[in-house]
């Protein structure tokens, strides 16, 4: 669910009374049976939902199957984004970054101008943000980090 917060700020007399709204958005995203991890992002002022869909590799291998072969605990498969439309409470999919790029992590998400740092407009640059499903296990991690290009939907791992 998603909601939206409004704080309204009244005056009653000598006091400030703060009377914030909530509004729901979004009763419920999607009904997925695959990984997902979600990002909040502004985008030329706008607000986008970032969805990465994983592959799960730990609920269909095991850690004697993955060992000593670099096979991760999850892969990057896609990328979809939406941008929110406030008037409507509706998200509109997004299928291009046009000059910008993006930059998704554990810590903070952020879009900027591709051209004006050297960087390939169009693209979703991600890093890993499942360290701690590494712990205790022999599997090797931080493998998944890459480049997504939103114009052919393919995945350059670095």
């Given at each position: 669910m998603l909601v939206v917060c409004d704080i309204d700020i009244t005056t009653d007399d000598a006091q400030h009374r703060t009377t914030p709204k909530a509004t729901v958005v979004m009763e419920s995203w999607l009904e997925l049976n695959l990984y997902l991890q979600i990002y909040l992002v502004e985008w030329m002022g706008e607000l986008l939902i970032v969805l990465k869909f994983v592959q799960d590799f730990g609920k269909t291998t095991t850690e004697e199957e993955r060992e000593g072969k670099q096979i991760p605990l999850y892969k990057t498969e896609k990328f979809k984004l939406?941008?929110?439309?406030?008037?409507?409470?509706?998200?509109?999919?997004?299928?291009?970054?046009?000059?910008?790029?993006?930059?998704l992590g554990y810590n903070t998400s952020v879009s900027i101008l591709a051209n004006a740092h050297s960087l390939k407009k169009n693209c979703i640059y991600f890093t890993y943000n499942f360290t701690h499903g590494y712990r205790g296990s022999r599997t090797p991690g931080g493998l998944d980090m890459g480049v997504f290009d939103m114009e052919d939907k393919s995945i350059s791992l670095r």
């Open positions: 939406y941008k929110l439309d406030f008037a409507n409470k509706k998200w509109e999919e997004v299928n291009s970054l046009g000059e910008y790029c993006m930059f």
